[in-house]
């Protein structure tokens, strides 16, 4: 079965840096592009980052664009999302997630606290 864990979540100040990662299994991880999302408390969950199968094709959100990188690795099947330049609008859980034949899968979400 399709499984998605993440990790890398933590406290971190304004202007820091964090790294999170998403381990996939289950699925034939090089066919799918993969994605990000977050939902911050009492908001609604909001798409960060796609890559597309290769790695060679990405988008990002308007207000992580400069900030936010997304990678994969197709030989590991992981899927990373570089977090530079942090804020505490950035507070949330982040999500890994697949679209595969219509049917969205998600991980258990990894916790980001942004604050001083």
């Known amino acids: 079965q399709v499984q998605l864990v993440e990790s890398g979540g933590g406290l971190v100040q304004p202007g820091g840096s964090l790294r999170l990662s998403c381990a996939a299994s289950g699925f034939t991880f090089s066919r799918y592009a993969m994605s990000w999302y977050r939902q911050a408390p009492g908001k609604e969950r909001e798409l960060v980052a796609t890559i597309n199968r290769y790695g060679a094709s990405t988008n990002y959100a308007d207000s992580m664009k400069g900030r936010f990188t997304i990678s994969r690795d197709n030989v590991k099947n992981i899927v990373n999302l570089q977090m530079n330049s942090l804020k505490p609008e950035d507070t949330a859980v982040y999500y890994c997630?697949?679209?595969?034949?219509?049917?969205?899968?998600w991980g258990q979400g990894t916790q980001v606290t942004v604050s001083s």
């Open positions: 997630n697949v679209l595969i034949s219509w049917s969205d899968y």
